[in-house]
């Protein structure tokens, strides 16, 4: 086994379900619904079918203390399983061309590469070839928004 992607931890966004709408926006969130295709759930790792309720919230993807941290809008929705797939991506990200971003256990950047729709599995295992990356973070390359963590197995 070469890798595993993970989705977020539904409880970390569960409480902003109940939250008002000046609660939310206090947090840099907003609600929305899902309007067709493009609304891909950090959670499930999973496409929100249209019509489905959705949060749209700031979320720091990179917590490392170094010049590499980040923060992008992501969405979640509501009652989903965490996703977790073993040595294989899912849709969102084999459908997508992704900005993949290579960390070592520091949180400094290592290297990246582009994937094509098709190629994120292959990219992502040319990335583990290298020793010093433990993790890496997948990226929609046109809109810079954070994916999923990739992390070694």
Known sequence: MVYRVGGLAAE?????FDMSEAELAAR???????????YP??????????????ILVNHVSQEAATPFRAAHA????????RGSFTDAVPAILATRTLGLRAFDREGMLRGALLAPPGEADA????????PEVAEIHAHNAALGCFLARIERN
């Open 12 to 16: 970390a966004f569960a409480p902003l």
């Open 74 to 81: 992501i969405y979640v929705r509501k009652d989903v399983a």
């Open 41 to 54: 759930c950090r959670i499930s790792l999973e496409e929100a079918a249209p019509g489905e309720a959705l």
């Open 28 to 38: 840099r969130a907003r609600r929305t619904v899902a309007e067709g295709s493009g």
């Open 123 to 130: 990219r992502i295992r040319e990335l583990f070839e290298r």
